[in-house]
């Protein structure tokens, strides 16, 4: 079993601040199953992706993944970057700054930012407001794509995982700022969400081929960020104890390492693993990533009542 899946589980049960309605379960799992049987698709139109080279495409998704954290504001309003005339914000404002900078330099590789400077890092991510922790990201950078080097390359880091992401995440969770690890009452608790996600995010840019290619998809558990907690909340799957509504009405800050943020993830991470097992049992398969990606692509799309919960870390 994934250590994601087995050390999240007894804060998923025995939460204090956050409960699974598994009625509520249920019934999504009727209506979904009914409606819906389409898996998600990688959104190549925003992404990077050299058919060529796909020792640079692994590059642009190393360096997506490494940076893909904390996009909200403690001022209000989001970092913004602008593609062909239109507006982005978020996780896809940084996948498309990143898109234009391989695309006007062609030869834009790990090693690129292993060297690169920090004006010249920062200057990637111009936007209508600042992206927030831009030392850290660019540490995280270069201290990945050096660490990558270091290891052979990310082509040979992928081979060495033998097509498993059982063997590639926990290699992933040991990169630098990949470590995505906490206490819980005195218990080692593993939630490796960039880890997972970039592996998932090979998977899905590759089509399942090449490099892409993994023989364990039901490995990978959900991505335990911020946005997709919110989606099962107004779903009524995840429920919310009256102080930390409070809290997240208010825009409070939550304390990365918390109880209260640990649970918000935990039970998210299990909320998406009852669905999955929901589905399997009326025939429809789904992994749980998968699930992931449609309640995230449903964040993006749908206004939510309740604001996210709002933690400043490196790992989401």
């Known amino acids: 079993m994934n250590p994601v899946l087995e050390s999240t589980r007894e804060i998923a049960l025995g939460g204090r601040s956050v409960k699974i309605n598994q009625t509520a379960v249920l019934e999504w799992a009727e209506r979904f ?4 049987r389409t898996k998600p698709k990688w959104e190549a139109k925003k992404h990077f992706f050299d058919k060529k080279n796909p020792e640079r495409s692994l590059s642009y998704l190393v360096m997506l993944d490494t940076l893909n954290f904390c996009f909200w504001s403690p001022r209000g309003g989001r970092w913004e970057f602008s593609y062909r ?7 896809y ?16 590789n790990l090693q690129t930012f292993a060297e690169m400077k920090f004006a010249d890092f920062e200057r990637i991510f111009q936007g209508g407001r600042r992206l927030m922790l831009m030392p850290q990201r660019y540490r995280a950078a270069r201290g990945v794509a050096q660490e990558i080097i270091k290891l052979g390359g990310i082509l040979s880091l992928i081979d060495s995982a033998k ?11 040991r990169l630098p700022s990949f470590a995505d690890e906490a206490s819980y009452h005195a218990e080692k608790i593993y939630f490796w969400k960039r880890a997972q996600i970039l592996a998932g995010d090979i998977a899905g840019a590759f089509a399942y081929r090449g490099p892409g290619k993994f023989l ?16 099962l909340e107004s779903l009524k ?32 991470i299990w909320a998406v693993e009852y669905m999955r097992r929901e589905l399997q049992k009326q025939g429809v398969i789904f ?6 990606w449609l309640l995230w692509q449903a964040s993006q ?4 009542n309740l604001p996210h919960h709002r933690t400043k870390t490196v790992f989401y």
């Open 287 to 292: 992994q749980s990533y998968q699930i992931d």
């Open 237 to 268: 799957i995840l429920v919310y104890a009256p102080k930390l509504r409070r809290l997240l009405q208010k825009r409070t800050p939550i304390r990365a390492g918390s109880p209260m943020e640990l649970e918000i993830r935990a039970t998210t």
């Open 33 to 36: 199953g009914k409606k819906h």
């Open 163 to 173: 097509g498993k992401f059982s063997n590639l995440v926990p290699q992933i969770a």
């Open 85 to 91: 005339g239109k507006s982005y914000s978020g996780y």
């Open 93 to 108: 404002a940084l996948a498309l700054a990143l898109k234009v900078f391989f695309l006007k330099h062609k030869k834009a």
């Open 216 to 231: 364990d998809p039901e490995y990978l558990t959900a991505f335990a960020d911020y946005r997709v907690p919110q989606v």
């Open 301 to 304: 799309k749908i206004n939510l």
